[in-house]
């Protein structure tokens, strides 16, 4: 089965590049990996692409699609984002165990910051800031979230 590779673009430490042949989307775009790195991660580097580009690109494959979906979904519930476009196709891949040619499914939302992100970012900002130092669980509280 072909690997799926998480490419977050240029700036973020931990995660390689790949190069995606478009200029406009290199910088943000998130291919996102059921197995490389937890929901949350992608959760909030879909944030900080989103405070540095205005909207972010969601892209998976296979398996990866629920993940992608996910996301898209929590940032949308929390009112941080409003949906702008939805693609759906299939590619061709080889199969590396049987080396013959196999279709998978591809997914690409692209999600714009809403008309709250910025007043709903800073909330969460603050609120972090009034937190007790190594709270774990208001550290990673989603805006309008109940903590209990």
């Given amino acids: 089965m072909a690997s799926e590779v998480v490419s977050a673009g240029p700036d973020v430490a931990g995660v390689n590049s790949v190069g995606l042949g478009f200029e406009s989307h290199e910088k943000n775009r998130i291919q996102v990996s059921n197995t ?3 929901l949350f991660f992608y959760v909030n580097l879909a944030k900080r692409y989103m405070q540095q ?7 998976a494959l296979g ?8 996301v898209a979904e929590i940032l949308k ?3 941080l984002a409003v949906e702008k ?4 196709s299939t590619i061709d891949m080889r199969d590396e165990a049987r080396g ?3 279709q998978k499914a591809k997914v690409e939302i692209v999600l714009a910051k809403s008309e709250n992100f910025d007043e709903l970012m800073a909330a969460a900002a603050e609120e972090r ?3 007790p130092e190594g709270d774990f669980a208001l550290e990673h509280t989603i805006p309008g979230e109940i903590v209990l």
Avoid: C, F, Q, Y
Wanted: proline share 6%.
């Fill in 63 to 70: 398996m990866a699609i629920a993940t992608v979906v996910t």
């Fill in 53 to 59: 580009h205005d909207e972010v690109e969601l892209s």
């Fill in 129 to 131: 800031e009034v937190a």
């Fill in 100 to 102: 013959r040619p196999i």
């Fill in 36 to 38: 490389k790195k937890p």
């Fill in 77 to 79: 519930n929390n009112g």
């Fill in 85 to 88: 476009r939805i693609l759906t």
